[in-house]
């Protein structure tokens, strides 16, 4: 569903990507890893068209990024860094969404169940982050789409929400869904993803389970798997 051959993107000097493949056929949990500054991002950002590539194609659902730009109704994004109207109260944003959408949505039960019930009426900016972020995942959940791309979905989530967003993770994965995820936070993505995607030096140096990576690295911990492989690159 997600095809991506040969991209190739700099910034300015910055080669961040140099000549990535990436193929994904199937629904489940990704989790897209690797060191700060790796291009997790901008690989994110590619796949929905918000950054344009120097070279290489990507398809989604056999849609061509750079010519069928209206494959991305069919992607629920949860952005890293949300840029919220911080005049806007959270309930006009969400109908604001609802209506530039025009899905069908289920939003209500989003509502209640990250608690954000009693923030409804408050403007985005008098919003703590953690409130923010739970804001961010009911706008990137409410829809149904195939494929949800959420980079650092956990971000100043408490332990209540973090085991929500865990539940509709899950959810969404039976529904045979696919959910790219970008995540530095090693114990969610061991818990959660299917397949690790360890972006190196402009590449994908590793794609497979985590039971793989434990082999590949001869590491049981998966924390030192993760470390192991990016020193292994270097030897
Ligand atoms: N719009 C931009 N203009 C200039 N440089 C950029 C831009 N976007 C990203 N970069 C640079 O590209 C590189 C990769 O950034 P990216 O955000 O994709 O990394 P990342 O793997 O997601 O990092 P992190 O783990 O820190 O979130 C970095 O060196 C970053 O400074």
Redesign the pocket.
């Known amino acids: 569903m997600i095809q991506v051959n040969d991209l190739h993107k700099k910034?300015?000097k910055?080669q961040?990507l140099q000549g990535l493949d990436l193929s994904i056929d199937n629904g489940g949990i990704f989790a897209v890893l690797?060191?700060?500054?790796?291009?997790?991002?901008?690989?994110i950002k590619s796949i929905l068209g918000m950054v344009i590539p120097n070279k290489g194609d990507i398809s989604v659902q056999g849609n061509r990024v750079k010519t069928k730009w209206k494959y991305r109704k069919e992607i629920n994004y949860l952005p890293?860094i949300a840029n919220f109207p911080g005049n806007l109260k959270v309930k006009e944003l969400i109908s604001m969404i609802m209506d530039l959408r025009q899905k069908p949505v289920d939003a209500e039960k989003l509502i209640a169940q990250f608690n954000l019930e009693p923030h409804l009426n408050k403007k985005l900016a008098t919003l703590s982050g953690g409130t923010k972020q739970k804001v961010n995942i009911v706008l990137a959940f409410m829809f149904d789409s195939p494929l949800y791309i959420l980079d650092?979905p956990t971000t100043g989530l408490d332990p209540n929400a973090l085991i929500q967003l865990k539940q509709l993770l899950d959810q969404e994965k039976k529904n045979g869904k696919m959910i790219l995820i970008?995540s530095?936070i090693l114990q969610f993505v061991e818990e959660v993803a299917d397949e690790v995607i360890y972006?190196l030096e402009g590449k994908i140096y590793f794609k497979g389970s985590i039971a793989d990576l434990r082999k590949k690295t001869g590491k049981d911990n998966f924390e030192h798997a993760i470390a192991a492989i990016a020193s292994q690159s270097n030897d």
Do not use: I, R, W
């Open positions: 910034f300015g910055n961040v690797g060191p700060n500054g790796s291009g997790k991002t901008t690989l890293q650092e970008t530095h972006l």
